[in-house]
């Protein structure tokens, strides 16, 4: 009687290959969903709130070189190889020109590029100076001549206490003392407000680098550091003089004298065509320092970096008193009444 022939078994090493296979691929795929979900997500702004970045790109900066930049400053999620090719992707990186941009953290890639290869347009701008120990009346002029801004209006929004210098003015102040004089370069077609902001933004950027940590050690507050700086700046007119007033001013308030400096009751000169008069110097106002101790309620006039560093490094010094004393502007500077009284007969 014949065999029955053998049945076979299905080819194991073959299905191993195949269900290898499927998982390569299935591998493969996974990786390039990844990939273009991060290619994807690098596209997209970074996340975070938006804020303005001032951007450069350098003559002859290479595309490389700015995808790098704008990866650097939060302007775009990715850098490195990915960053690189997703800006090289855009087909404008050789278009792209050099100057100064205004980006912000919320732009697309595609919004960015658009940005950098459109030349700038030109938008005429006025030169606008404003002097070291001038007032808020006299910018106001002053941008009223230069720009044609009325004064009234611009000292009425500066007085408004809408505007902030985070840290240096108390909420709700106006801005006496604190629209630095500089010579600027502005639009023309400037707002008051515009004006404004321009003065308080360079205040705080000259501001960072003094040593506000001293503040605390004179015992005054920021602000009250920039009324001792207002006054520095109108009464000293040789830098040389100006620790010295400084250090007067501090011994004067410590020891609970009244400053006796007349800058700042001019500051509040009822009659200022007559110059002081005898009554002037009688007149009850916070500004007379004649008449009351401390100093008075706000600066006096807007400082310019020499006179606020002085204000926080004043001169150790025993004087209490000085006078002016010859054309150059110097004064002459005592320890006791009868000292100083000398230096008036000799200097007046």
Wanted: glycine share 10%; aromatic share 8%; net charge negative.
């Amino acid at each position: 009687m014949p065999r029955r022939a053998a049945r076979r078994s299905p080819d194991r090493r073959g299905a191993g290959k195949l269900i290898a296979l499927l998982l390569v691929l299935a591998l493969v795929a996974g990786g390039v969903f990844v990939v273009l979900r991060y290619y994807q997500g690098c596209k997209e702004p970074p996340a975070g709130s938006a804020r303005e970045v001032e951007f450069t790109v350098a003559e002859g900066a290479t595309g490389e070189q700015v995808a790098r930049a704008l990866h650097a400053e939060g302007l775009v999620a990715c850098g490195g190889f990915v960053g690189n090719a997703l800006f090289k992707s855009t087909g404008k990186t050789e278009e792209i020109l050099a100057g100064s941009y205004t980006l912000t953290t919320g732009m697309t890639l595609d919004r960015i590029v658009e940005v950098l290869t459109t030349p700038p347009v030109e938008v005429p701008t006025v030169r606008l100076t404003i002097p070291p120990g001038f007032r808020l009346t006299e910018i106001a002029e002053r941008v009223e001549d230069v720009m044609g801004i009325p004064a009234k209006g611009f000292l009425a929004r500066a007085n408004s206490g809408e505007f902030e210098v985070p840290g240096y003015l108390p909420k709700g102040q106006g801005l006496e003392g604190f629209l630095f004089p500089e010579t600027y370069r502005v639009p023309e077609a400037s707002t008051a407000d515009e004006v404004i902001q321009v003065l308080l933004d360079q205040f705080a950027l000259e501001a960072e680098v003094l040593p506000w940590g001293n503040a605390k050690d004179l015992g005054l507050s920021r602000y009250e550091i920039v009324i001792v700086a207002s006054m520095i700046e109108e009464e000293a007119a040789v830098d040389k003089d100006r620790p010295l007033i400084a250090g007067v001013i501090y011994n004067r308030l410590r020891d609970g004298i009244t400053l006796g400096i007349d800058a700042t009751l001019l500051y509040d000169d009822p009659t200022p065509e007559s110059g002081l008069t005898t009554s002037d110097l009688a007149f009850d106002t916070p500004y007379n320092t004649r008449l009351h101790a401390g100093l008075p309620p706000t600066p006096i006039a807007s400082p310019y970096l020499w006179s606020l560093q002085r204000a926080l490094e004043p001169a150790d010094t025993s004087f209490y008193y000085y006078v002016l004393c010859g054309q150059d502007g110097h004064h002459r500077f005592a320890e006791t009444l009868a000292e100083h009284n000398h230096n008036v007969d000799v200097c007046l």
